[in-house]
């Protein structure tokens, strides 16, 4: 009884005190890789998608803990959270975790994440440094996370995404092939999409018009048809029009 107090007076924080980032490429690729996890898990209920949120694994202990940039949880709900108290999520661990390299990273500190990530059950993780623009990789086998020989064309066996290094900057793709964007580059394609929306409409509309006219032009034809017939017939000449 006075250990199931003491364990709940504990007080898990929702903020260890970090900034979610170090400056403006390190945020941009942050936002990027969660968003458009986001949105290709967007019908899935069942997958929980978050960034920069602290997660506790250990009960009872809130020192215990890790912020990743970006992790994705098979098999639990979508819905806003403090803090991942994974015994509160049925114990299930995140499976995917991104981390993103800023000058202020420091080895000592990546070295204590990776570990942490190993230790707590990760099933892949992804560390990039845009700046110098190396992506590595860590697949878990057995109790260990063990480095991938290459990134190139990687896909994730969990997200199914695909990475592609170029010589300036990381290409991820989603299974149907489409590119992770960043929010401009979404604006801009839906800014797009509905510009040719509107040509198609109209294009669609000079048709229809064009149709109309036609059948108007037919119709005269035909009642100035009708008006020579009945006055031939009043000449006593029978018309006979051949048809088209």
Do not use: H
């Not at 900057?169 to 580059?185: H, M, N």
């Not at 229809?208 to 009708?226: D, G, I, K, Y």
């Amino acid at each position: 009884m006075v250990q199931q107090i003491a364990t709940e007076s504990i007080i898990y924080p929702d903020s260890d005190g970090q900034p979610m980032a170090d400056n403006t490429k390190q945020f941009r690729w942050i936002v990027v890789i969660k968003e458009n996890l986001e949105l290709l898990f967007a019908n899935n209920p069942d997958v929980f998608v978050a960034g920069d949120l602290l997660w506790y694994p250990v009960e009872g202990n809130n020192k215990i803990r890790q912020a990743p940039d970006a992790m994705v949880v098979f098999g639990r709900p979508k819905g806003d959270r403090g803090s991942y108290r994974q015994w509160n999520e049925e114990n299930i661990a995140p499976q995917v975790v991104f981390e993103i390299l800023s000058p202020g990273n420091r080895p000592k500190e990546m070295i204590q994440k990776f570990k942490f990530y190993e230790r707590y059950g990760i099933e892949e993780y992804y560390l990039y440094d845009p700046d110098d623009n190396e992506l590595s990789g860590w697949l878990r086998s057995a109790s260990d996370l063990e480095m991938l020989e290459t990134m190139e064309n990687w896909v994730s066996p969990r997200l199914g995404i695909r990475f592609q290094l170029m010589s300036d900057t990381l290409l991820i793709y989603r299974p149907d092939g489409q590119r992770f964007l960043t929010f401009v580059e979404i604006a801009q394609l839906q800014a797009q999409e509905t510009r040719r929306a509107e040509q198609e409409r109209q294009r669609a509309e000079q048709e229809r018009q064009r149709a109309e006219q036609e059948r108007q032009r037919a119709e005269r034809e035909q009642r100035r048809a009708e008006r020579l017939a009945e006055q031939l017939r009043a000449l006593g000449v029978e018309p006979d029009f051949e048809e088209d």
